[in-house]
């Protein structure tokens, strides 16, 4: 007959592996000693019996020790991504990602609590096809294509709405987008061709080239800090030559002023995508289709250009929108590398930030295309394929200060 013995293993400690092994005259399968059963022995069902018990209350002893003595290891955090990399002197740290209104909107507990007891799935509000991004005091405003909407993600608020879905200015495709000193949003519709302008909550205030005739293909947008005047890039197309930035007043919408045309000389362009206002006043433009950046005085007067084709830092590809610090630099997005480049106002580069990647990731982007400063320094770029605005920290900027902190 066979029965099961316990053996010990000396390795672990513990009790955890058997085996099998002939019972007769080994003492182990037979009952205790008893004068009046001695000489009957034990049917053999009782012994299937008793090894049945064994095994089963060994089982889960084997299972428990197995459970203490191999736990899972432990998850590889991997640090944030630093730009440049150690051993350089870092710039910008990577801080967070924003996919949907669960990243900034403040934690109902009595709902999570309702969640965990009664079960359910947390939802969210996410995007739909990001295009530009523009910032205000930690406040984020994304136009995306996909909802036909400005997407907001109030930081410092921790919540979450959208402009522009209905009613008086509802969007159709927005695009370019910049916030003036005071906090008013100005946004481009490409598809009706026309700027809706918004208070900071997301309340229209105007409609500026109302009968939206002012432009052909209307994409990029800068406002001045008063809030006077408007820069908007009309794209144009390739049978036509309406390819220039049209000057606006911000308040009435009155048609100031022209410059630009098709053409690949000193002040024209092929295909601009977008446009923005530096520290020292002049208009920086992305000459897409000439895969450079054009520098012009807020008249229209051309200054200096810098920047062309191919594949190495300070080059372009695939240059989408501009942004501006401070300091004066410039920061160009390009969709082909998946990246910003960060170069002073003379076109000198300074730092790439980020990589192209078929996968999301930390800094890692598809299809970047809108790109944007707050008054802290922080960085913010949204990806139209990964449909996520990234974070970046200037490395003399404390993670608690600045604007994009909770209140």
Known sequence: MLTARLVPNRRVGIWHQF???PCIGSGLCA????????????????HFRKIFQRVWLLGGVVLLASCAIAPP???TVQPNPVFPPAPEQPRFYYERTLYSSADVEREDKNASLKQMLLGG???????????????FHGRVYVSDTGSRSVAVFDIPGQRFFRLGEEGAGQLRMPMGLDVDGAGNVYVVDNSA?????????GRHLRTLAGDGQSFLRPSGL??????????VVDTGGVDNDKHRVRVLDAQTGQHLLDFGTRGVGPGEFNLPRDVTIGKDG???????????????QPDGSFVRTFGAIGRQGGQFSRPKEAATDAQGNVYIVDSAFGNFQIFTPEGELLLS???????DGLAKYMLPSGIALDGDGRVYIADQFFRKVDVYRPADLAPTAGFAVKR
């Open 19 to 21: 085996c099998f092994e």
């Open 282 to 296: 002049l208009l920086y433009v992305v000459d897409g289709g000439n895969f450079r950046v054009q520098i012009f």
């Open 222 to 231: 800068a406002v001045d800090a008063k809030g006077e005047r408007i820069y």
């Open 353 to 359: 930030v980020g990589s192209r990647s078929e996968r």
């Open 193 to 201: 061709r026309v700027v809706q302008v918004f208070d900071g909550n």
């Open 31 to 46: 009952a205790p000693a008893n004068p009046r059963t001695m000489n009957h022995p034990t049917p053999p069902a009782i």
């Open 121 to 135: 799935v947390k939802t969210a509000e996410g995007l739909g096809k990001p295009y530009g991004v523009a910032v």
């Open 73 to 75: 290891p432990a998850a």
